[in-house]
Nanobody, 116 residues
Framework: QVRLVESGGGLVQTGGSLRLSCRSS????????MAWYRQAPGKEREMVAT???????NYLNSVKGRFTISRDNTANSVYLQMNALKAEDTAAYYC??????????WGQGTQVTVSS
């Protein structure tokens, strides 16, 4: 069982920045992938950014150049730095991890609201 605790969401104006954090109860070096997803009201949950155990990253096209995913093995945490935020980035953001045996765990989510 992996427990994930997210933090860092909030209300920000268009063009502002936020940094989301996700702390894992297990060593992240033992995880296959770590990722951030988001879900806006009335929409399906979508992948925002992923980082693999080898450090490879992947991003949703609409956030490329604005968001950066990173991880800190010593803190057992993954981060999402979000810059130049837009109203359409408003959503609940979820941390997701996949273990080496392909089990998937989710955090409880943190709300990001971008006001115009």
């Amino acid at each position: 069982q992996v427990r994930l605790v997210e933090s860092g969401g909030g209300l920000v104006q268009t063009g502002g920045s936020l940094r989301l954090s996700c702390r894992s109860s297990t060593r992240i070096s033992s995880l296959r992938t770590m990722a951030w997803y988001r879900q806006a009201p009335g929409k399906e949950r979508e992948m925002v950014a992923t980082v693999t155990v080898s450090g490879s990253t992947n991003y949703l096209n609409s956030v490329k150049g604005r968001f950066t995913i990173s991880r800190d093995n010593t803190a057992n945490s993954v981060y999402l730095q979000m810059n130049a935020l837009k109203a359409e980035d408003t959503a609940a953001y979820y941390c997701r991890v996949q273990t080496l045996d392909y089990s998937v765990y989710w955090g409880q989510g943190t709300q990001v609201t971008v006001s115009s």
